[in-house]
Structures are given as C-alpha cells and as structure tokens.
C-alpha cells in the first residue's frame, strides 16, 4: 500500500493564479480531509469528505474548494491564490468507526508570490 | 470547536535526559492521538487514548490520558537524538467523521 500521496511536492504561484492540489489513498478510507500547517501552529482543518459526494467546511475554509467523485480521490482546488496561502498543506485519511487515527501524506509545500 | 493547549512548545534537551509534554484542554476529550512529524514530512501516528486513567507505552513513550479525559502527557525517558521532532497531540470528537482538531505542538531537539 502506497497509503496516502500527494503531488505536487512543492509548487510556486503567483497571486491569483489557480492550481489544483492532487491526494489519493488507497486503503479504502471513508474519511478524507485536508488542513493546512503555518510556521508555529498546528494543523488546521480547511475542508474534509465522510464518502463520495460528500464534503463540508472545516475551520479556513475560504478562497478553496473540494470535490470527492471517488472513495479514493480528494483534490484541493486554490481559486486565485493570495500570498496568505502560502503554507504546507497535507492530505489525510481515516476509517469509519474507528477512533480517529488519521493517515498523513507527505505534504505539499506552496509559495504564492 | 475544541482548544487543545500544548506545553512547553519548544524543549531542547541533552541525549540521555528525560523529558514530558503536555496536551490540556477544557473539555472532555472523547478520545485522543499523538503523532509525531519531522520536517518536511507528515504527521505520524503515535498513539490513541481513549480510556480515562489509561496508560500506554511505545519502547521509550509513555502515554498517560488524565482520570477526567480533559489531559494527557508525552513522558520519553532516555531521549535519544531520533526523537528530536514536533509533537502533536489532536482530538477527534464524538462524531468523528474523519476531522481533528489539533494542538499547536511541542518542538522538541535532542542534542547528542
């Protein structure tokens, strides 16, 4: 299992250009989300999906958008970038009726200039 | 939503010193998770502590989730420069459904 993957690794914008930030698991994960990790802080929940076709809003949610047409797939779409974007963002995935362990991807590190 | 407040955010230590951090919060956790990251990588899953008083332990690691489920503490003993890292500690509520609230982290640096 390649568990959960992200690309691009890393990715410069400029402000108000639009990028699509790729993830994929393959465990069979009910649960995706993405959050996003600013110098000295945690993680914070930008949006997460509890199947196919469902999605919701988590804690900074704006200037993004999601999709989720498979189990699999969860991309993170930036609409115009702004510098306030630049940050790491990670994928992660977790299981149904478990007790919220979540699987991490590597990352995906972007600037917008 | 959940605070969780995470002490002390930064700790450098010497090899071989032990060392304990934090995750406190107002509430009552329903459950709750430590994971690791080092730079340039993801989070890793350390552990998850459900049971009130509960003690878990991973080779050097302790895990220790308070009787009231409002705290929990990271004890390594003998830390070694591998551990050198950010702890997370993060809690998933009731509902679960696949989201975290996390704590701001304890980065910690050991020395060799």
């Known amino acids: 299992n390649a568990g959960v993957t992200q690309t691009p690794k890393f990715q410069v914008l400029k402000t108000g250009q639009s990028m699509t930030l790729q993830c994929a698991q393959d465990?069979?994960?009910?649960?995706m989300s993405w959050y996003r990790q600013d110098p000295g802080m945690g993680l914070r929940l930008i949006h997460y999906?509890?199947?196919?076709?469902?999605?919701d809003q988590g804690e900074v949610p704006n200037g993004y958008n999601v999709s989720r047409s498979t189990t699999e797939d969860f991309p993170l779409r930036l609409l115009s970038a702004a510098p306030s974007q630049t940050s790491v963002y990670f994928c992660?995935?977790?299981?149904?009726?478990?007790?919220?362990?979540?699987?991490f991807g590597p990352g995906t590190r972007l600037t917008v200039t | 939503t959940q605070l969780l407040e995470q002490s002390p955010q930064f700790l450098s230590i010497q090899e071989g010193e032990n060392l304990t951090v934090y995750c406190n919060s107002s509430?009552?956790?329903?459950?709750l998770q430590w994971y690791r990251q080092e730079p340039g990588e993801g989070p890793v899953l350390l552990v998850t502590?459900?049971?009130?008083?509960e003690v878990k332990k991973l080779k050097r690691l302790t895990f220790q989730f308070g009787d009231a489920r409002k705290d929990s503490s990271l004890h390594i003993t003998a830390a070694q420069p591998g551990d050198t890292g950010l702890y997370l500690c993060?809690?998933?509520?009731?509902?679960?459904?696949?989201?975290?609230?996390f704590g701001d982290g304890t980065t910690l640096t050991v020395k060799p």
């Open positions: 993060a809690e998933t509520g009731e509902t679960n459904a696949g989201k975290s609230t």
């Open positions: 509430s009552v956790f329903s459950s």
């Open positions: 992660a995935s977790s299981s149904f009726g478990g007790s919220g362990e979540q699987y």
């Open positions: 999906s509890v199947g196919a076709g469902i999605t």
């Open positions: 465990m069979n994960h009910e649960y």
């Open positions: 502590v459900v049971t009130g008083g």
